[in-house]
């Protein structure tokens, strides 16, 4: 079993940075392919990024290219999503989750593991 954290969500204005946290359990987390997903009122949850296992590759939605960065640290146990020139449509809760599967997927469904979710609000 994975037990998934996040943190790092808050209130910035528009154009602004923030930087958000996974922390996972377990002893083989560098083998899992790890996403953030978000959720924003009255919508369906969304892929935003991922990144493989072991060697790391990146994925990311097209409305965040350029923008956000996912990252992870495999001695921490940590992965994380830097967001800059945040916009309003980026508000939602983001969640954090992972795959046992290392190729890397931006799929919800082959995610085995799911965090509580933080939320970020981005004001105009």
């Known amino acids: 079993q994975v037990q998934l954290v996040e943190s790092g969500g808050g209130l910035v204005q528009a154009g602004g940075s923030l930087r958000l946290s996974c922390a996972a359990s377990g002893r083989t987390f560098s083998n899992y392919t790890m996403g953030w997903f978000r959720q924003a009122p009255g919508k369906e949850r969304e892929f935003v990024a991922a990144?493989?296992?072991?060697?790391?590759?990146?994925y990311y939605a097209e409305s965040v290219k350029g923008r956000f960065t996912i990252s992870r640290d495999n001695a921490k146990n940590t992965m994380y999503l830097q967001m800059n020139s945040l916009k309003p449509e980026d508000t939602a809760v983001y969640y954090c989750?992972?795959?046992?599967?290392?190729?890397?997927?931006?799929?919800?469904?082959?995610?085995?593991?799911w965090g509580q979710g933080t939320q970020v609000t981005v004001s105009s």
């Open positions: 990144i493989s296992g072991r060697i790391g590759n990146t």
């Open positions: 989750a992972a795959d046992r599967v290392p190729k890397g997927s931006t799929q919800q469904r082959e995610y085995d593991y």
